[in-house]
Structures are given as structure tokens and as C-alpha cells.
């Protein structure tokens, strides 16, 4: 079992910055993959960012540029630092974490981007 806990989101004008943390405990040796995701109103959930244990990311191409993802092994946590933000970045986003076949996931951040 792994349990996530987000935190960071909130409310920011367009063209601001923010910085979510999604912090792991638990079954912590097993995880592989963690990455966000986020959901806006009416849409399917998406992937943002996705980070291997040894660092290699992917990015969507709505956020190239503008959102890095980092992970700190030694303190079980993944970041998104998101720039340039924009209204269209309005959505709840969740961490993530893979073992296995298995997803676990946060409960969510409400990211909320104003023009």
C-alpha cells in the first residue's frame, strides 16, 4: 500500500507560478513511476508529468516549457513547479504513483488560474 498527499495548490492569476508536492509514505521502496495528473470540469483526467526513479521524465506537450518535475528519493516526494500559468491550466491535480500494474493516488489539489 502507498498513500500520497498533495499539496500546494490554490488560486493564482495567469502568468503566475506554483509549485505542488506530493509526498509518499508506505510501500515507498516499491514505487517506480510517480507523475501528476489533473482533471478540469467535463474533461477526462490527463497526464501533466511522469518521473522514473532514476529521473527520466515526459512531459505533455500543453505544458513543455512551462511545468518541471522533480523527486526527491531520499524524502519520497515529487514536485511539479508549474510557470506560466494559464486559465486553461484550471483543473484538480493528482499525484500519482505505479507499482507494479497497480496506481495509487492522491486525493487532489484544486489548481485554480484566473485571467
Known amino acids: 500500500q502507498v498513500q500520497l498527499v498533495e499539496s500546494g495548490g490554490g488560486l493564482v492569476q495567469a502568468g503566475g507560478s506554483l509549485r505542488l508536492s506530493c509526498a509518499a509514505s508506505g510501500s515507498i521502496f516499491s514505487i517506480n513511476t510517480m507523475g501528476w495528473y489533473r482533471q478540469a470540469p467535463g474533461k477526462q483526467r490527463e497526464l501533466v508529468a511522469s518521473i522514473t526513479r532514476r529521473h527520466s521524465t515526459n512531459y505533455a506537450d500543453s505544458v513543455k516549457g512551462r511545468f518541471t518535475i522533480s523527486r526527491d528519493n531520499a524524502k519520497n516526494t515529487v514536485y511539479l513547479q508549474m510557470n506560466s500559468l494559464k486559465p486553461e491550466d484550471t483543473a484538480v491535480y493528482y499525484c500519482?504513483?505505479?507499482?507494479?500494474?497497480?496506481?495509487?493516488w492522491g486525493q487532489g489539489t484544486l489548481v485554480t488560474v484566473s485571467s
Open positions: 500519482n504513483a505505479q507499482v507494479g500494474s497497480w496506481d495509487y
